[in-house]
């Protein structure tokens, strides 16, 4: 089996499907890897340990996609690299459909089979190739929130933490899924006062048992606003649709914390759950001003670490494309109920609900 990995393509985008120990693991297991030149340099992985490894080198993403039975990547395909699919072949990634029809589109067109990322389950139900990111998500939410009320970075000169004479600085969490859950962890370990809101009460109880020192509340307005009042860093990882009605952090909570305080999107849904997230930023140009706070909504946070996040990713996703290059993708759908619970489309044939009903509208 040919398995191939492109160098992504994103602003600032230095995380690699694959790494050369991977490389080295499916070569080992029979597979044809072929990955793109300087694919894995921004995460510290030389094109000669690839080689190394066992994969053969090619030098550019024209030599690249084409020449995939399987081909694994990080972020979703762009517009561009649409045109590059090879018909017929396996797409294992992350592909956040939802928001990209015009994603589908290419892939049906190209009789691909696509398993998503994001949608394989494992056993407990839980998201184990989304787990990772969302880790490393919450984690680098905090320090990149520390860093930007520093006043080398434009801030108002605010430690995330405690300190005798300061007092502690207060950080508000939106959303005690696997984001919030290690932000709070990375700013209460920082010494700051942190509170977290979460919508379910199994969830809050898990949270306030997980998170000694931590307050755990129901997102009610009151207390929500009173919070975020005082907070000189908000982190948002809850999702709520973009351009809601309704919205977590409204405007006028917004307007009333410091000047100079930073709200982070990770969700990064336009006006879903900070109704001020009014558009991305990139790593390039991270930031804007809103009502007198800094927001951050960099869509992709765990790229700021490449080394790590690649490591992180491929621990949790070589296991699946192990069985994949040994048995083939559909013995690999067949054998396992989570990964199955991850394919989009087999051979261009929609398989997922949502996938089906957007390939209805579109045809």
């Not at 949790?316 to 083939?328: D, F, H, K, Q």
Request: aromatic share 4%; hydrophobic share 50%.
């Amino acid at each position: 089996m040919r398995i191939a990995v492109p160098k992504e393509v994103q602003d600032n985008e230095m995380r690699v499907g694959l790494t050369p120990d991977g490389a080295r693991q499916l070569a080992g297991a029979d597979a044809q890897v072929i990955v793109q030149a300087r694919a894995g340099a921004g995460a510290g992985f030389a094109d000669e340990d690839y080689r190394g490894a066992g994969a053969e080198i090619v030098a550019d993403a024209a030599d690249v996609w084409p020449a995939a039975e399987v081909l694994i990547k990080v972020k979703q395909p762009t517009e561009a690299e649409c045109a590059l699919f090879a018909p017929g072949s396996t797409f294992f990634g992350y592909t956040h459909t939802e928001t990209r029809p015009w994603l589908v589109d290419a892939f049906l067109a190209r009789a691909m089979t696509v398993i998503s990322f994001e949608r394989v389950r494992a056993a407990d139900g839980s998201l184990p190739l989304l787990a990772p990111m969302s880790r490393i998500a919450g984690h680098m939410s905090v320090i990149i929130g520390a860093q930007l009320l520093q006043t080398a970075h434009g801030g108002p000169g605010v430690m995330v933490g405690a300190t005798p004479g300061a007092g502690a600085c207060e950080v508000v969490v939106i959303g005690g899924g696997t984001v919030g859950e290690y932000a709070a962890r990375a700013a209460s370990a920082l010494g700051a006062q942190v509170t977290v809101f979460e919508l379910g009460a199994e969830r809050r109880a898990e949270l306030a048992r997980a998170l000694p020192g931590v307050r755990v509340l129901a997102p009610e307005p009151d207390a929500v606003a009173a919070a975020v009042a005082e907070a000189w860093l908000v982190i948002n990882g809850a999702t709520v649709p973009a351009n809601s009605d309704v919205h977590v952090v409204t405007r006028a909570m917004v307007r009333a914390m410091p000047d100079g305080a930073v709200i982070i999107d990770v969700t990064g849904d336009l006006r879903g759950a900070i109704e001020t997230s009014v558009r991305h930023t990139t790593h390039s140009q991270p930031t804007y001003v809103e009502e007198g706070v800094t927001h951050y909504v960099v869509l992709n946070i765990p790229g700021v670490v490449p080394r790590t996040s690649a490591l992180a990713l491929q621990a949790a996703t070589l296991p699946y494309l192990l069985r994949i290059a040994t048995a083939g993708v559909e013995a690999a759908l067949a054998d396992d109920p989570g990964l199955a619970a991850g394919l989009l489309c087999r051979a261009g044939e929609p398989v997922a609900d949502d996938i089906a009903e957007q390939a209805g509208r579109s045809r």
